[in-house]
Structure formats: C-alpha cells, structure tokens
C-alpha cells in the first residue's frame, strides 16, 4: 500500500485529494488525472478541455456550485453519502495554492474536506 504524500499533482479536478483516496493508495486506482477509464465525469472533461488544473482555475464560474457540470447529481449524491465539501476543496485551493492544499490534505490524510 501507498503512503499518503503531498503532491499537487494528487488533486482531482473537482478538488478531491486523490494522495489519501483508498483506491489510490491501494493502487486501483492512477489518480483522477491519470484515470483515462474517468471518461464519464463532466468536471474531468471540462478541466481537460480548458487545460484547468482543477475548477479552481476557472473564471467563467467563480462560485462552483453554480456550474452544472461541478454541481450534478452524482457530485450531490457523493457529498451526502461522503459528507465532503468540495466547494470548500476549491476555495482552499484558490486561496493557498495547489501546493499548501495538497500539503495540508496530506498532513491531515483528508481525501475531502468535510461538511
């Protein structure tokens, strides 16, 4: 098994840390940005599409919970079930960068911040 290290290149478009995801860890899993079978998610394609590092870079919807693509069904049904607060993933990735993000989640073994 994976330790859990700081490495912004471990953060998920939609600002999950993919350095303490379970199936990263245990190696199912390459990371969201090496996921190529992640086809399906919106957030990934748009992110890819845009050259966006994750939905902290966009400028056309500053507040993510107002793009459909961040803020759709399976993204509300992982909050729930999860208690994760990727709103606040991406707001902490805006206000101290990608590097003290994947610092902080990896200290604190946090795949998400929580509700």
Not at 3 to 6: D, K, L, S
């Given at each position: 098994m994976k330790?859990?290290?700081?490495d912004?290149?471990?953060i998920a478009?939609?600002?999950?840390?993919?350095?303490?995801?379970?199936?990263?860890?245990k190696?199912?899993?390459?990371?969201c940005?090496?996921?190529?079978k992640?086809?399906?998610?919106?957030?990934?394609v748009?992110c890819?599409?845009?050259?966006?590092?994750?939905?902290?870079?966009c400028?056309i919807m500053v507040?993510?919970?107002?793009c459909?693509?961040?803020n759709?069904l399976?993204s509300?049904?992982?909050?729930?079930?999860?208690?994760?607060?990727r709103r606040?993933?991406?707001?902490m990735?805006?206000e101290?960068?990608?590097?003290?993000?994947a610092?902080?989640?990896?200290?604190e073994?946090?795949q998400?911040?929580?509700?």
């Open positions: 330790e859990i290290t700081a912004k290149e471990l478009f939609c600002g999950l840390y993919c350095g303490a995801c379970g199936s990263y860890l190696g199912k899993c390459p990371g940005k090496k996921n190529e992640a086809g399906w998610c919106q957030i990934r748009c890819f599409n845009n050259k966006y590092n994750s939905c902290a870079d400028a507040e993510p919970n107002n459909k693509k961040f759709n399976f509300k049904l992982f909050a729930l079930i999860f208690k994760s607060d606040a993933c991406i707001k990735i805006k101290q960068g990608r590097d003290k993000y610092a902080y989640m990896a200290k073994k946090k998400t911040i929580k509700k």
